[in-house]
C-alpha cells in the first residue's frame, strides 16, 4: 500500500484532474435538470403585523391606525411585549384559518390553508409578528397573505379586547424552493469529492512502479540505481549495449 503524502495527493489531482471535472460537470447537469423539470417550485410571501396594548398605537376618527407617540414609555413596550406570545398562538388557531377559506370561496380547506402558513415571533425584543404563506403560485402566495392580514385586527380583539394592530402588507412572492443555483453548485462539489475518492483509493492499492518518478512520488526512499528491462532491450535505449549479434547478454 502506498504511503500517504500530501505532494502524492497533489499529483493525483493534477494527473486526474479531466475525470475530476467531468465528474464533477456530470452531478452538476443531473442536479440541475433535476430542480428544473422534476421538483416543484414554491414561493413564499410575507408581512408583519404589530400588536399592542393601545399605549402605542390609537385609532383615529378615520379608523385608520398611528402612532401616538406622547404616551408610548417602556412599561407600554414591555406590556406589548409581553403579548406577542400570546397573539402568535391565536394567529395560529383554526378559526382565522376557516374564516379566510370562506373569504376565498372554499378554494382551499382550512387545513391547507394552514399547511402553507408560518406565524413567528420576529424577536423576543420586537413588536413584529411575522406571517408568511408558501405554495406553489407567485400571485395567489402574496393574495392570501395580505388577506389574512386584513383579518387579524378584528380577529385578535375579539381575543383580546383593547389592543390595537397595525399590519404592513407583503408586496410580492419570491422563489424559495428549489436553489437551484446551490444545489448544483453542492452536487459538483460532491460529484468532484467522490471522483477523487476513488481515484485515491485505487492508487492507494497500485502496487504498480510504471518508472523512477513514480516510485519516487509513491514512497519517501531513494534511488541508488535501476536495473533495466532486458526483454525490451532490442527496441529500447538498452539495444547498443545489450543487444550484439542477434544474441542478448546479460539476460
Request: proline letters at 2%; aromatic letters at 12%.
Amino acid at each position: 500500500m502506498n504511503e500517504f503524502s500530501i505532494y502524492h495527493i497533489f499529483r493525483l489531482l493534477i494527473k486526474n484532474f479531466v475525470v475530476i471535472l467531468l465528474c464533477a460537470i456530470l452531478f452538476g447537469a443531473a442536479a440541475f435538470c433535476y430542480c428544473e423539470f422534476h421538483l416543484e417550485e414554491r414561493y413564499a410571501a410575507s408581512g408583519s403585523v404589530v400588536v399592542t396594548n393601545g399605549g402605542i398605537f390609537e385609532n383615529d376618527n378615520q379608523n385608520t391606525q398611528i402612532t401616538n407617540s406622547d404616551k408610548v414609555n417602556n412599561a407600554d413596550i414591555a406590556a406589548s411585549i409581553n403579548l406577542l406570545t400570546t397573539v402568535k398562538d391565536i394567529l395560529s388557531t383554526n378559526d382565522i384559518y376557516k374564516e379566510l377559506s370562506d373569504k376565498l370561496g372554499g378554494k382551499y380547506s382550512y387545513g391547507q390553508l394552514k399547511s402553507f402558513a408560518s406565524i413567528t415571533k420576529r424577536s423576543d425584543y420586537s413588536l413584529f409578528i411575522d406571517v408568511k404563506f408558501e405554495m406553489g403560485d407567485k400571485d395567489e402566495a402574496a393574495k392570501i397573505t395580505n388577506m389574512f392580514l386584513e383579518l387579524t385586527p378584528d380577529y385578535i380583539n375579539e381575543s383580546i379586547p383593547n389592543t390595537r394592530t397595525r399590519i404592513y402588507a407583503c408586496d410580492g412572492a419570491g422563489k424559495t424552493y428549489p436553489r437551484t443555483t446551490s444545489t448544483t453548485a453542492l452536487a459538483m462539489l460532491i460529484g468532484a469529492l467522490l471522483a477523487f475518492v476513488v481515484v485515491y483509493i485505487i492508487s492507494l492499492f497500485n502496487t504498480t512502479i510504471e518508472s523512477e518518478e513514480d516510485f519516487k512520488d509513491r514512497y519517501n526512499i531513494p534511488v541508488l540505481g535501476d536495473i533495466p528491462d532486458f526483454a525490451t532491450a532490442k527496441s529500447g535505449k538498452y539495444a547498443k549495449s545489450y543487444y550484439k549479434g542477434g544474441s542478448y547478454y546479460g539476460n
